[in-house]
């Protein structure tokens, strides 16, 4: 199979028919062969049989329900689990990414070779405050990231199918897929500007506190991706430097008190000198944070996928050596 669609939708009744005739007309003109996977995320309104109804029409349609809303990640994350196709895109159910841009994005992954394409909304149709906040978030994502693109949370993206099968989109992390492709070990990530419409029917399901989760979001990726599996050495390291300067507090607090008595002057009692907090609090917040390290160490010992290492190629399985 070319190509699999994956959309997670959360009420999107009204736009679900067009969307789907929309696709159908673009694959068939260009004659791929293609699925496309709904993933239905908990929606309140007739969006399920909406689904159902298109299913029985079009074979290429199929769905998955969700019980409840678990969020745009777990849907995608889902969807991703069960795709056949050598592409795969995923776009917004809202009709605001177009299918016309599929054609271009599968050239882009088949014959330019990158691992994934994200589109990028250059011109976009939104309210003021979310264009300006996205910008601001874009910036700090790709200073962070080291990956050079404009929009990470566009909604229309492309990968190899290979991609979507290592990567694990799990919490709100849908607004970083590029950086977990990226640790994932698939670099090659490019960008194609996409067109972007004003939204047809329905409303954003995202609120205000996007913006707060976002931030979060990108602290906690960093952290994890960084140093999830050897939390001891950033733990250790902030407690190693507050342990020391604890430390020299101390020998500080000691040798000032000594100069004094063997000066024979008169010595400020040890508790009344400010060194005196700073040595007590340092030495406190640095066992702390070993205590802490060796927490996270041992839960990550359990973690599932500890031992995940993505392999491209091995020449030692030969069927010889596993009889
Ligand atoms: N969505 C979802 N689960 C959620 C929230 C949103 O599956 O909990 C879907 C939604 O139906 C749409 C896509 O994610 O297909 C993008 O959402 P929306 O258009 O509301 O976001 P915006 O375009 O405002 O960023
Ligand atoms: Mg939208």
Excluded at 19 to 34: C, D, K, P, Q, T
Excluded at 123 to 140: C, H, L, P, Q
Excluded at 233 to 250: E, K, R
């Amino acid at each position: 199979m070319d190509i699999s669609v994956v959309i997670p939708l959360l009420n999107e009744e009204e736009s679900l028919p067009e969307l789907e005739a929309w696709i159908h007309r673009v694959m068939n003109e260009h004659g791929f062969s293609y699925e496309i996977i709904m993933i239905d995320d908990g929606s309140t309104d007739g969006s399920w049989k909406v689904i159902e109804k298109l299913s029985a029409r079009n074979p290429a349609v199929r769905g998955v329900k969700f019980r409840r809303n678990y969020g745009k990640s777990a849907a995608l994350h889902t969807g991703f689990r069960r795709t056949q196709g050598d592409v795969v895109i995923t776009m917004d159910a809202d009709l605001q990414d177009s299918p016309e841009e599929i054609p271009e994005l599968y050239r882009m992954i088949m014959t330019d070779g990158y691992d994934l394409v994200s589109g990028w909304k250059k011109e976009r149709f939104d309210s003021f405050i979310k264009n300006r906040t996205s910008k601001f978030f874009n910036a700090v994502t790709r200073w962070v990231s080291k990956i050079p693109l404009h929009d990470f949370n566009c909604g229309l993206k492309a990968y190899k199918g290979s991609v979507v099968s290592t990567i694990e989109v799990y919490g709100e992390m849908h607004r970083y897929i590029p950086l977990l492709a990226k640790w994932a070990g698939f670099t090659n990530i490019g960008e194609k500007v996409v067109k972007h419409q004003a939204r047809k029917y329905g409303t954003t399901k995202f609120g205000l506190e996007r913006f707060v989760n976002g931030f979060l979001d990108l602290m906690s990726i960093v952290f994890v991706g960084k140093f999830r599996k050897r939390p001891m050495h950033f733990f250790g390291t902030a407690g190693i430097l507050m342990f020391a300067a604890g430390a020299l507090a101390t020998v500080y607090l000691g040798v000032n008190k000594a100069i004094h008595l063997y000066r024979n002057e008169e010595a400020q009692l040890i508790a009344e000198n400010p060194f005196f907090f700073l040595a007590l609090t340092c030495l406190i917040l640095g066992s702390q944070l070993f205590l802490a390290g060796f927490v996270a160490e041992l839960v990550a010992r359990n973690a599932p996928g500890r031992n995940k290492y993505i392999i491209e190629a091995d020449m030692t399985t030969t069927t010889e050596q596993e009889a």
